[in-house]
């Protein structure tokens, strides 16, 4: 499956955005999903997952009641609405995709997930 990210953008401290990430490609299978982020030098960390079995949503500390990770199947295309940014938000962002498995969940774990998308710039500025 091929990932595609889009939405970023430069917004100021409080702001909103909604990123989506389209998938193209083997979307006849079954996927769990995830939004990690990249920040100026630092690692790549866990932002979001949603597992495909139940549809269960988990998020960082970091983007809890902040940000929303959802998809809508019937156009092939998962999202994270972002509200009250901050400055710290500032990253790169990835969606990524794992070939449906059952058992143990590493969604937090970047090297977990099998495919990934280009990712899209955000920026909030205070």
């Known amino acids: 499956v091929q990932l595609q990210a889009s939405g970023g953008g430069a917004v100021q401290t409080g702001g909103s955005l909604r990123l989506s990430c389209a998938a193209s490609g083997r979307t006849s299978s079954n996927y769990h999903m995830g939004w990690f982020r990249q920040g100026p030098g630092k690692e790549r960390e866990f932002v979001a997952a949603?597992?495909?079995?139940?549809?269960?949503?988990y998020y960082a500390d970091s983007a809890k009641g902040r940000f929303t990770i959802s998809s809508d199947d019937a156009k092939n295309t998962l999202y994270l609405q972002m509200n009250s940014l901050k400055p710290e938000d500032t990253a790169v962002y990835y969606c990524?995709?794992?070939?449906?498995?059952?058992?143990?969940?590493?969604?937090?774990?970047?090297?977990?997930?099998?495919?990934w998308g280009q990712g899209t710039q955000v920026t909030v500025s205070s």
């Open positions: 990524a995709a794992k070939d449906f498995t059952d058992g143990i969940y590493v969604y937090s774990d970047p090297d977990w997930y099998d495919f």
């Open positions: 949603l597992i495909w079995s139940g549809g269960t949503a």
